[in-house]
């Protein structure tokens, strides 16, 4: 019985490594399909590139953060989960501050609101 679980542990570990670099080559690809389309949206003088650009940042910053959060299953020790931990908070702060980074630009692209019982 002990053999079959560690078999069942052996396979899952695999599994588990294999997601995890799936869902952070995905960020990387979003990631660098976001700053090519960013800067060939320079140099066709595109309007909305920073808002593009930050768009693209944020989504792969969420699959990265995916993948850290998946690697916590298989968290061995303290240490390695407060390194996980710090990278997580991190991760999360950036992602915070790049939403809100998008709500001003889009904010400041679509304009004051118009209030519509002024006419």
Same mark, same amino acid.
């Given at each position: 019985?002990?053999?079959?679980?560690?078999?069942?542990?052996?396979?899952?570990? @695999?599994?588990?490594?294999?997601?995890?670099?799936?869902?952070?080559?995905?960020?990387?690809?979003?990631?660098?399909?976001?700053?090519?389309?960013?800067?060939?949206?320079?140099?066709?003088?595109?309007?909305?590139?920073?808002?593009?650009?930050?768009?693209?940042?944020?989504?792969?910053?969420?699959?990265?953060?995916?993948?850290?959060?998946?690697? /916590?299953?298989?968290?061995?020790? @303290?240490?390695?989960?407060?390194?996980?931990?710090?990278?997580?908070?991190?991760?999360?702060?950036?992602?915070?501050?790049?939403? @809100?980074?998008?709500?001003?630009? /889009?904010?400041?692209?679509?304009?004051?609101?118009?209030?519509?019982?002024?006419?």
């Amino acid at each position: 019985m002990e053999a079959f679980y560690g078999i069942l542990e052996t396979g899952f570990d @695999w599994l588990i490594s294999y997601a995890i670099l799936l869902i952070e080559f995905i960020g990387v690809a979003v990631l660098m399909v976001s700053v090519i389309r960013g800067v060939i949206g320079i140099f066709a003088h595109k309007r909305h590139v920073r808002l593009e650009l930050a768009e693209g940042i944020a989504l792969s910053l969420e699959f990265k953060m995916g993948g850290e959060l998946l690697r /916590t299953v298989s968290v061995r020790d @303290w240490n390695e989960l407060l390194i996980l931990g710090a990278v997580i908070l991190l991760r999360a702060a950036l992602t915070f501050l790049i939403h @809100w980074e998008i709500g001003l630009e /889009t904010r400041k692209t679509e304009g004051p609101a118009e209030d519509p019982g002024k006419r």
